[in-house]
């Protein structure tokens, strides 16, 4: 199950809406092993395409090494889909490496950059397997624990 | 020439879940090679056949010398001295 705050949840509804007809991408972090998706970084798709997402190389290093530094994980990385459902690709289950994180998909193919419900999916995807897990859209992650 | 190589999570389980490992070689390859001697199965992972008869790095993983990219300082054959920093990263990409 993923639980994720409104405010987390609205602001990649936004990015992929804003995106549209490219797919959007990005990730939230949260500190290692919290399970917790507490800071949006959106990403640009470098592939600047409908039907492709990749990560910059060079802000993905950036990315990784301010996680490193924060001693957090891509809790969730995110994607859209701007003509197809929100179900993970061929292509994105063959590249999947992150598989302690949520993959979610926000598919914008009904109203595209304008107002108006999108699906929003997540998955777990490890050695090939897809999984569904529910999703929970919460007004604020409750209290992290104190370790 | 010893050099940190950061490991990615996907493959911690050929490091023994080391986050960071040391190799050694004057060129990406070579620190490869000797990743692959400590570490089985890492190279593949890694690198792949072609162009022609050669090896490349394959095409959704980046791995970075001291910060850049190597696609830009020669892939395979990018210099690498004592005490450079190697990062391995999988491409974040799908469609």
């Known amino acids: 199950m993923l639980t994720i705050d409104q405010a987390t949840y609205d602001g990649i509804v936004a990015h992929a809406k804003k995106d549209h007809p490219d797919e959007a991408c990005g990730i939230v972090a949260g500190p290692e092993g919290s399970d917790r998706p507490e800071r949006l970084v959106e990403m640009v798709n470098a592939a600047g395409s409908p039907t492709f997402y990749e990560f910059d190389s060079t802000e993905m290093l950036a990315l990784y090494k301010d996680m490193w530094s924060r001693d957090e994980e891509p809790v969730v990385v995110y994607h859209s889909h701007t003509a197809t459902e929100a179900y993970p690709s061929r292509t994105d289950i063959g590249l999947a490496s992150e598989p302690g994180a949520h993959y979610v998909l926000v598919s914008t193919r009904e109203h595209g950059n304008n107002e108006g419900p999108v699906e929003f999916r997540s998955y777990r995807i490890v050695n090939g397997e897809v999984s569904e897990e529910d999703v929970v859209v919460v007004p604020e992650l409750p209290p992290a624990e104190t370790r | ?95």
Do not use: C, W
């Open chain 2, 1 to 95: 020439m010893a050099v940190e190589v950061r490991i990615p999570t996907i493959l911690r389980n050929l490091t023994g879940e080391q986050k960071a490992v040391t190799a050694e070689g004057g060129t990406l390859s070579a620190v490869i090679d000797d990743l692959e001697a400590n570490h089985p199965g890492i190279k593949d992972r890694l690198v792949e056949a072609g162009p022609g008869d050669g090896v490349g790095l394959r095409r959704f993983v980046n791995v970075y010398v001291n910060d850049e990219d190597v696609r830009f300082i020669g892939g395979l054959d990018a210099e690498v001295t004592d005490g450079d920093q190697v990062v391995v990263l999988p491409a974040v990409a799908g469609g």
